[in-house]
């Protein structure tokens, strides 16, 4: 059978960790496991970074920041870590973690150690060879959406997680937040910034009710069973979660869902499968989703305009390093068209308000 589940390569350019330390602390923390170290890094993500580590026949998945990252509050290691910590034993699909260290001599910032989750993980492109019918392309539709809403149902108070975050005011304080991010990573003038900025701090709806929200669910930051791919066995990068608004987390999942209808310019920049034959659409991945967690769904098209200003955010953040030179990562260079290209389509929300 064909291996297609996610695997490591070597460590980026500018992204190498100090192997002698690493060895040390690790030798030091898991003593009888006689090495050697070997690291390999994986090979997506712009933001926190996630490096496959081996001592002797014992392998660990490392997560640390980015490289030239000042912002402290978007790469908590320690919140990450507490997070997975508690969650891991009420909604398995959340990493098990091993252990946090804040000293930074070691690596030069802080950074944790979890359990590898071997499976399966889909990106832009399916893995070659992949068997993607439209009846896996539903069935891993739906499975997407259906762990959203269990997610969003759980007791995060009996996890131990209401200090997580403040729901009380969590979307006016947000859309400040990212509108005063934009402008502290500007580099281009876009004249859509102002129009949206105005329309979304004008429009703010009643909250939706408060959950654990990951703020970053989609296709590539969960784990499929190499088995069978419309079972999901793991959701990744937790860096973003918090106690919120569970429709602006909804909202950022469908902000990276690209439909077969959209435009051109969108579909080059879709961050998966989302337009295989037989997946859902957006309308009916939050049709789903208020069956299953039984929410009114009406205001979408609100959290998706903000959604889609939020991801523009956040890659503009990204390109903002990569055009200091704190960061050399090649992929960057290109991010500005697609912080335009996103929010055009934050301002089709607006104009259209629709999903």
Not at 140 to 155: K, T, V, W, Y
Not at 172 to 194: A, K, L
Not at 223 to 228: E, G, I
Request: charged residues 25%; glycine residues 8%.
């Amino acid at each position: 059978m064909p291996d297609f589940r996610d695997h490591a390569a070597a460590v980026r350019s500018g992204e190498e960790l100090d192997h002698a330390r690493l060895e040390s602390f690790l030798k030091e923390k898991f003593p009888g496991i006689p090495g050697p170290l070997s690291v390999q890094q994986f090979p997506s993500g712009h933001s926190n970074l996630t490096y496959l580590v081996r001592l002797g026949e014992r392998e660990m998945v490392l997560r640390r920041p980015p490289f030239g990252s000042k912002v402290k509050t978007a790469h908590d290691m320690g919140r990450e870590f507490r997070v997975l910590s508690k969650l891991h034993s009420t909604y398995p699909p959340a990493p098990k973690v091993l252990l946090f260290c804040e000293d930074d001599s070691i690596l030069g910032a802080p950074f944790y150690l979890m359990e590898p989750i071997h499976g399966v993980i889909i990106r832009r492109q399916l893995p070659e060879g992949i068997d993607f019918t439209p009846q896996i392309a539903r069935g891993l539709s739906e499975s997407f959406i259906d762990n959203l809403a269990r997610l969003h149902g759980l007791d995060y108070a009996a996890i131990g997680l209401s200090d997580l975050g403040k729901p009380q005011g969590y979307l006016e304080r947000q859309v400040r937040g990212w509108i005063e991010r934009y402008h502290g990573s500007r580099t281009h003038d876009i004249s859509e910034v102002s129009r949206i900025s105005t329309w979304l701090a004008g429009n703010i709806p009643p909250a939706s009710g408060a959950a654990l929200i990951h703020n970053d669910y989609k296709y590539d930051n969960i784990v499929l069973d190499s088995a069978d791919i419309t079972k999901i066995i793991g959701v990744l990068d937790w860096e973003m979660s918090t106690i919120g608004d569970p429709l602006s987390d909804l909202g950022s999942t469908l902000a990276y869902w690209v439909d077969p209808g959209d435009p051109e310019e969108m579909q080059k920049i879709r961050w998966g499968p989302s337009t295989a034959p037989g997946s859902l659409t957006r309308a009916q991945l939050a049709e789903r989703y208020a069956q299953a967690s039984g929410r009114d769904v009406s205001p979408m098209p609100y959290y998706l305009a903000f959604a889609r200003f939020k991801v523009a955010v956040i890659i503009q953040q990204i390109y903002y390093r990569y055009a200091q030179g704190l960061t050399k990562d090649p992929r960057f260079a290109r991010m500005p068209e697609i912080v335009a290209v996103m929010l055009r389509a934050s301002m089709r929300c607006i104009e259209e308000r629709a999903i």
